[in-house]
């Protein structure tokens, strides 16, 4: 199992940055993949960015697509989401997730094994 732990979150004005972390213990060698998702009140959990242990590649949702940026340090067993140009629209609660069935596509919720407490993301316009 891998347990993982998100920071990073706060409270910012439209058109400002943040920068997420996800630190990853416990069975790391097995991550296949990493994900960032999103959940706003009354809303359900969306996919955000995904990055791929075996080929490096990432995945983004439109809406944040040339404004986040997923990145990994497998060193350090982290993943990272530097958001940029932040909108009223971006404030949700941000998970952390891991390990993704390779049945599912990236932005599935469902097909992630692991997942963080999640951190608060706030944007006032």
């Known amino acids: 199992q891998v347990q993982l732990v998100e920071s990073g979150g706060g409270s910012v004005q439209a058109g400002g940055s943040l920068r997420l972390s996800c630190a990853a213990s416990?069975?790391?060698?097995?991550?296949?993949?990493m994900g960032w998702f999103r959940q706003a009140p009354g809303k359900e959990r969306e996919g955000v960015a995904s990055?791929?242990?075996?080929?490096?590649?990432?995945y983004y949702a439109d809406s944040v697509r040339g404004r986040f940026t997923i990145s990994r340090d497998r060193t350090k067993n982290t993943v990272y989401l530097q958001m940029n140009t932040l909108k009223p629209e971006d404030t949700a609660m941000y998970y952390c997730?891991?390990?993704?069935?390779?049945?599912?596509?990236?932005?599935?919720?469902?097909?992630?094994?692991?997942w963080g407490q999640g951190t608060q993301v706030t944007v006032s316009s």
């Open positions: 990055h791929i242990t075996a080929s490096g590649n990432t």
């Open positions: 416990g069975y790391t060698d097995s991550i296949n993949s």
């Open positions: 997730a891991a390990n993704k069935d390779v049945r599912r596509y990236w932005f599935e919720a469902m097909g992630y094994k692991d």
